[in-house]
């Protein structure tokens, strides 16, 4: 019987990030400095391509580097946005200052904060956790497509419920063309639904409830993984524990 026929070599940094070893960015960074091994082989020439199942290793100074990565919580209040703003609006990453932090942990100034992205926005008119992270292995995890991570939300809403829009919220809804994955829905209360959802697509929930009837008056999201909201008041920051995990 023959043989499986060879696999096409793939870009380093691309493999990389495939297995969760850093972001494509980061691993340019890593083979640029010479702190990435294959198969046992320093690769320090950025392009190198490689066979998909070779073994690929950090370096000490790239796995200390990784360990100084900052990751924050922030519960940002309505009217803010997660990204660069345009004009007029004003991004969270505003609200990361020593005087708005929440617990214990150095203060962050402008300098600590250069590389610091959202994993997961919020839309202007949602609230909550919002996390932000300079380890780009994080946020793959959360805004990645394989659907790992769960996003928990409180959403109060309006309107009547159309019959048999409780089951469709938690599966067999369609959004731009494309079925959406089972979700958790369950009424807190007359008006309050909690949401768990293992995907992100924009505005998602309020989409979702527009198609069974439903107007979404307020949203907030309280977890992501393992790492919850808590008593973080709105508009400040903490420091992500060293028992948190997404």
């Not at 890593?30 to 199942?53: C, H, M, R």
């Not at 200052?97 to 959202?118: K, M």
């Not at 919002?130 to 793959?140: E, I, S």
Request: glycine share 12%; with cysteine.
């Amino acid at each position: 019987m023959a043989g499986e026929p060879p696999r096409e070599p793939v870009r380093l940094s691309k493999l990389m990030a495939e297995q969760g070893l850093c972001s494509r960015r980061e691993a340019d960074r890593f083979i640029e400095q010479g702190w990435v091994t294959v198969d046992g082989v320093v690769v320090d020439v950025l392009g190198t391509k490689v066979d998909p199942s070779a073994r690929i290793a950090l370096g000490a100074p790239a796995l200390q580097h990784q360990r100084n990565f900052i990751t924050i919580v922030v519960n940002k209040p309505v009217g803010y946005v997660s990204t660069q703003p345009e004009p007029g609006y004003t991004a969270a990453i505003a609200l990361v200052t020593p005087e708005r932090q929440f617990g214990p942990g150095p203060r962050l100034y402008g300098s600590d904060l250069r590389g610091l992205s959202v994993a997961g926005r919020l839309d202007i008119d949602s609230q909550g956790l919002l996390l932000m992270t300079q380890d780009g292995r994080l946020a793959q995890r959360v805004i990645g497509d394989r659907g790992e991570i769960e996003k928990e939300y409180l959403v109060r809403v309006d309107g009547d419920l159309v019959r048999g829009g409780l089951q469709l919220l938690n599966h067999g809804l369609e959004l731009d063309g494309f079925a959406l994955r089972p979700a958790q829905v369950e009424w807190l209360n007359h008006d309050q639904l909690r949401f768990v959802l293992r995907e992100g697509k924009k505005r998602q929930i309020r989409r979702m409830c527009e198609q069974v009837g439903l107007r979404v008056t307020g949203l907030k999201r309280v977890r992501i993984g393992g790492i919850r909201l808590g008593r973080l008041p709105e508009g400040e920051w903490r420091h992500l524990t060293s028992d948190e995990r997404v």
